[in-house]
């Protein structure tokens, strides 16, 4: 079966990600429509290609061998947003942040909580992300799944959503999503945003290579109520260093592509802050990042 136009043979990753490391996808495209993405869904399932898609890219890591399969990043109407009364409409691949922005200049409110996520829409969905107390299952109407069969519309309850998860299969895709939000003073709005904004300034890594939050917050009860990040700060975690990759100094929670790090070398930094959390507390931390390809966990990440 022929590639569809478009499709890119061999295509660089790491560029597509905000830590900027892994290796090169087999085949790539950017559907701008429905049916490009369905059309390409097709393809890839009729030559039992594995499927990825890449939003933002800021919670994503590629492996260094790179991904045997169709990756895909969402553009043209599929990246779109739009206002319908009071709701908001956005593509698959319209980035939360600029989708908050917009709400609060049209006075929508309830989507302020994306302006620090920094994520696509379907990615938010297929995440279920949230931030500062801000939850998208509230906001989030309905999702146009697309598959190689169509296009399924599913409302919240049917996403399965748990802490950080959905029930999105592999080779199912956000093209569309619909958030209801409510009317309020763009001013307020845009006041609540920026306060949102500035706590993020002061307590997470910017300007630098690196991705979000890299594991869960764990639910064991060892943990005593801290958080991932605190968890591995009082591990001794905090500017931890393997290769080019760094434990941020500023969010021990963080990953930084400190000086040419490789993917491999991320996946060493991440075992051994799970190991001492682990010999510390007995917590065990899950990733939160997102592995795209095949990629050897290092020895020891079986806890």
Not at 98 to 127: C, H, Y
Not at 134 to 161: C, H, K
Request: charged share 25%; glycine share 14%.
């Amino acid at each position: 079966m022929t590639a569809p136009a478009g499709a890119q043979p061999d295509y660089p990753l790491a560029r597509l990600t905000t830590v900027r490391t892994g290796g090169p996808a087999d085949w790539f495209a950017r559907p701008e429509s429905e049916v490009e993405l369905r059309e390409l869904l097709a393809w890839a399932e009729g030559e039992g290609l594995d499927l990825g898609v890449i939003g933002s890219g800021s919670n994503l890591l590629v492996a260094d061998a790179g991904f045997r399969g169709l990756a895909l990043k969402l553009d043209g109407e599929l990246a779109t947003i739009e206002r319908e009364g009071e709701r908001l409409l956005c593509g698959g691949g319209a980035r939360l942040p600029s989708a908050s922005a917009k709400a609060a200049r049209w006075g929508l409110a309830g989507i302020e909580f994306g302006v620090n996520i920094p994520g696509t829409a379907g990615g938010a969905v297929k995440m279920n992300a949230n931030a500062y107390g801000g939850q998208l299952a509230e906001v989030l109407e309905w999702v146009d799944v697309a598959t190689s069969a169509g296009i399924d519309r599913r409302e919240p309850e049917r996403l399965g959503f748990a802490y950080r998860s959905s029930n999105l299969g592999p080779s199912e895709v956000v093209a569309r999503a619909s958030f209801r939000l409510r009317p309020d003073e763009p001013a307020k709005i845009a006041a609540r945003m920026e306060e949102m904004r500035g706590r993020r300034r002061e307590a997470q890594p910017s300007g630098i290579r690196t991705f979000g939050s890299t594991f869960k917050n764990p639910e064991d009860e060892r943990a005593e109520g801290r958080s991932a990040g605190q968890l591995l700060e009082a591990a001794g975690c905090r500017g931890l260093r393997q290769g080019g990759a760094r434990f941020s100094e500023v969010h021990a929670n963080f990953v930084e592509n400190a000086d040419g790090a490789t993917t491999a070398e991320i996946l060493a930094l991440m075992a051994e802050g799970r190991r001492r959390v682990h010999d510390r507390t007995g917590v065990v931390l899950e990733p939160e990042v997102q592995v795209l390809g095949e990629v050897e966990w290092p020895s020891g990440w079986d806890l």
